[in-house]
């Protein structure tokens, strides 16, 4: 099951909501969330929900067994982190590589939901299991532990909250009024971002790809929309699980960072899914950062240890190393780059963005080499294909206001108008307010119908 299920959205979620109000204790809140996740999760793939028992009882064990061997022997509490280590990489290359689900040829963000929750699963686990070792006291409740790996709205949400983070929301919380109307307005807005804006861009990189008519701006927009489209949908999803966070009494950060040239490519790499990236930073490049040589190494590995995590392929790995490389570069002459014009520098950004993970769409030499070409007019057949402007003006609406909410400054200029009018008067506080529900109303039904549309078709 994922967020844009209508079973989820119409059935799972508001009874989830309703019923954890019919006690207090958090205790029993705990049990509400448990039981809800495990049906979330195990929806028509019941031997998902035993693995996801079975490993649970895993890192529970290895983090009460680190525990009590932190302070006794370092080495041995290393060596049960490693183990623990180890088996959720096992857990996860043979959920994403197995027969346990089919994987795209190509990396299509829909068909890639599903292996990238059990990413966020098995990285939770695991950074539990860390922090124990880094001296985080052990989880002796099995069912707080378990609250906090199988809960829904963690399942996208990733590591953005540790568990040593979220740990005091687990024994007493409360879901305010304020807390609920602004849980539902972040689930309307990430519904938004995956079902509308998410949809359309996919529709115009579909069609801007398509190696068999390959055109000089399709091979710009459709890459464009290749990055839009993993943008709104993974930030869609986030903000969907915060939203689903606050309407049970949970609170934590947002996972995704404004773009800012003066940070590079580096700081586009990081800010991009903060809770994954900051962690496999801390894991793995932190302890050699004041370390010339090591640290390039340690960043090199991080960046491919990232990439593999998102999808576990080849063109992952290359497409990692690709971007490790320029970080490196970066590192030794980052700040010579940003003495460079701001223009230059975003750019800059584009251009390395584009050609790194457009291996990652393709998935092969061929494909990739032949848009590469595509994007200086070799091969083209004409600017842009008759089915591409037909995406492009069903959708203008949609993509104007989607750059508008990419763009800082954009969004920054639109909401600071909304709000100067707001403090004119109180007439004018409240028709904004009111034309604010009206939207978020009306973006519902829209979603719900499109969500509609798209099963039937």
Not at 434 to 455: D, F, H, N, R, S
Request: hydrophobic share 50%.
């Amino acid at each position: 099951m994922v967020y844009t299920d209508l079973f989820f959205l119409l059935a799972l979620l508001p009874l989830t909501v309703i019923i954890s109000f019919f006690d207090s204790s958090a205790e029993y809140k705990n049990m509400v969330l448990i039981v809800s996740g495990l049906i979330f999760i195990s929806w028509g793939r019941p031997l998902v929900c035993l693995l996801i028992l079975l490993s649970f009882i895993f890192d529970w064990g290895m983090g009460l067994l680190v525990g009590k061997l932190r302070d006794k022997s370092r080495a041995g509490a290393a060596f049960f982190l490693m183990l623990d280590m180890l088996f959720n990489a096992g857990i996860f290359i043979v959920y994403t590589r197995a027969d346990v689900i089919s994987l795209p040829d190509k990396l299509t963000l829909k068909q890639s939901l599903i292996p990238l929750a059990m990413g966020y699963y098995v990285l939770r686990a695991f950074s539990y299991v860390y922090d124990v070792y880094k001296g985080e006291e052990a989880e002796k409740n099995p069912l707080c532990l378990l609250t906090y790996m199988v809960s829904f709205h963690f399942m996208m949400c990733g590591p953005v909250v540790r568990y040593k983070d979220i740990k005091p929301q687990m024994r007493e919380r409360a879901a305010t009024g304020r807390m609920m109307s602004k849980g539902f307005d972040h689930i309307v807005l990430g519904l938004a971002k995956v079902v509308l804006v998410g949809h359309s861009l996919e529709l115009l990189m579909r069609t801007g790809l398509d190696l068999n008519e390959m055109t000089l701006f399709g091979c710009w927009l459709g890459m464009a929309a290749f990055f839009g489209q993993a943008y709104f949908t993974l930030s869609g999803l986030c903000e969907m699980s915060m939203g689903m966070g606050l309407l049970n009494g949970f609170t934590y950060k947002k996972n995704f960072d404004d773009i800012d040239s003066k940070n590079l490519f580096t700081g586009l790499i990081k800010g991009y899914n903060t809770s994954v990236t900051g962690f496999f930073r801390e894991l793995i490049f932190t302890p050699f950062e004041d370390k010339t040589v090591l640290g390039m190494g340690a960043a090199l590995v991080t960046c491919v240890t990232v990439a593999g995590w998102y999808s576990f392929s080849k063109a992952a790995f290359i497409a990692g190393a690709a971007a490790g490389v320029i970080v490196i570069l970066e590192m030794i002459i980052g700040d010579k780059l940003r003495r460079l014009p701001a223009v230059i520098r975003y750019i800059y950004m584009t251009v390395l963005a584009m050609l790194i993970f457009g291996g990652l769409y393709f998935g092969t030499i061929y494909g990739w080499r032949k848009w590469a070409f595509g994007l200086i007019g070799v091969g083209d057949k004409y600017f842009l294909s008759v089915r591409m402007k037909e995406i492009l003006l069903s959708n203008l609406f949609i993509y104007i206001v989607g750059l508008i909410y990419f763009l800082p400054a954009a969004r920054g200029f639109v909401t600071g108008s909304l709000e100067k009018l707001q403090s004119r008067s109180k007439s004018f506080y409240t028709g904004i307010e009111i034309c604010k529900t009206a939207v978020k109303a009306l973006l519902l039904i829209m979603c719900i119908a499109a969500i509609t549309v798209g099963k039937m078709v």
